[in-house]
């Protein structure tokens, strides 16, 4: 049997979810005994100066004996997070975004609004 065949037998159902520069991916695969487990792989990508890119990628794997465990952390942790700070996504590029507004309600000015100008042509 080739690879590539123990690849398609390993391979049983998989579904993707993008989430912006996220990528995860969740594979039902085959044991050597032919019973059944989740892997969850978390894809990121990573822009260089230069225009290249690489991904840095995570991966647990879930067995069966462990499913009803996870699944009742993972509700229970997803729970508390909506309790204690709601369905509303709040994040460093929304901080950035509220900072602004209250500096310029403060009427105090910014680090961007003191850049002093300069002339290149004395370089």
């Known amino acids: 049997m080739s690879d590539?065949?123990?690849?398609?037998q390993e391979e049983?159902?998989?579904k993707v979810l993008r989430a912006g520069r996220r990528t995860y991916f969740f594979d039902v695969r085959s044991t050597k005994a032919g019973d059944y487990y989740l892997t969850v792989t978390e894809s990121k990508?990573?822009?260089?100066?230069?225009?290249s890119f690489h991904y840095k990628?995570?991966?647990?794997?879930?067995?069966?004996?462990?499913?009803a465990a996870f699944r009742d952390n993972l509700d229970e942790m997803m729970n508390y997070i909506i309790d204690e700070k709601g369905?509303?996504?709040i994040s460093e590029?929304?901080?950035?975004?509220?900072?602004?507004?209250?500096?310029?309600q403060n009427g105090s000015s910014s680090a961007t609004d003191s850049f002093t100008d300069v002339s290149?042509?004395?370089i």
């Open 4 to 8: 590539k065949d123990l690849m398609d």
């Open 57 to 67: 990628k995570h991966k647990i794997y879930l067995y069966k004996e462990d499913f």
């Open 93 to 104: 590029r929304h901080q950035k975004d509220f900072k602004k507004e209250d500096v310029s």
């Open 87 to 89: 369905t509303e996504v």
């Open 45 to 51: 990508k990573f822009t260089h100066d230069d225009g």
């Open 120 to 122: 290149f042509d004395d």
């Open 12 to 14: 049983i159902y998989s």
